[in-house]
């Protein structure tokens, strides 16, 4: 019962906002803010009713992660490390497996929430229900004080670091790795906007792709970049929308 009520929940606040004709971006994003809530509270619910700990590794996970570890031993990838160094390593990987455990619950309630409000606009518009039309993707955007998921973030973080109150740092950190992707999205948004409009032979652009993908790290920290900036800039001077 616990794990199928946000869904209900889901389901209403989607109902509620289609039929008071809300902007599509504004439901969206309202439907995955209430999905993180709700994902919070049902593993707080899940842990005081049933002890259930999402938020830490069980045994289950933990002899999981193991034999991945082992298996890559196995393939000679930790060759030239010690017992000591494999055994600290495999604690580290443990460890940081662990302190992001909320933010992936919470990105994966996002991502199914996402899927509820697209697969229900296609029964609505089955059903010839009237739609307000989606935004082109390129022209996502959000607003300025986005910003501050940034600033909270770090803000946690250090202070949990300086304090040594690991609470508070591993909060921190959870709200930069969940907002990682959020602003990476942007990012894409403005990427896509920017070659699609600058006036350069579509091989070049090609070329660009290719390099970004074989060089990914540099690429997502472009990509990423781009959506930091944009909430405060309005990089691609789209003008001001409700959503």
């Known amino acids: 019962l616990l794990l199928f009520l946000p869904l209900g929940v889901l389901g209403i606040l989607f109902g509620l906002l289609y039929k008071n004709r809300v902007a599509p971006l504004v439901t969206l994003s309202a439907g995955l803010g209430l999905s993180a809530l709700l994902t919070l509270l049902s593993a707080l619910l899940l842990d005081a009713v049933l002890g259930v700990k999402l938020f830490t590794l069980d045994q289950d996970s933990r002899l999981m992660l193991e034999q991945l570890l082992t298996a890559y031993n196995s393939a000679g990838v930790f060759n ?32 199914f ?14 059903m010839r229900y009237s739609l307000s039309p989606l935004p082109p993707f390129s022209e996502v955007r959000y607003p300025w004080y986005i910003v501050w998921s940034l600033i909270l973030g770090l803000g946690l973080t250090l202070a949990g670091d300086y304090t040594a109150q690991p609470i508070v740092e591993k909060v ?15 990012g894409l948004s403005v990427v896509i906007y920017i070659a699609r409009s600058i006036k350069i032979p579509g091989a070049f652009k ?7 993908v074989i060089y990914l790290p540099f690429g997502i920290t472009v990509i990423l970049l781009c959506g930091i900036v944009d909430p405060f800039m309005n990089l691609r001077n789209l003008p001001e929308t409700d959503g």
Do not use: C, D, H, W
């Open 80 to 111: 030239n490390m010690s017992q000591e160094l494999q055994a600290e390593f495999y604690e580290k990987v443990m460890s940081f497996y662990e302190m992001f455990l909320p933010g992936q619950y919470i990105i994966e309630g996002a991502f």
């Open 113 to 126: 929430a996402g899927l509820t409000y697209f697969l229900t606009r296609v029964m609505l518009r089955m």
């Open 172 to 186: 921190g950190k959870n709200i930069l790795f969940i907002f990682f992707y959020v602003y990476l999205v942007l």
């Open 206 to 212: 090609a070329a660009l792709l290719v390099l970004g």
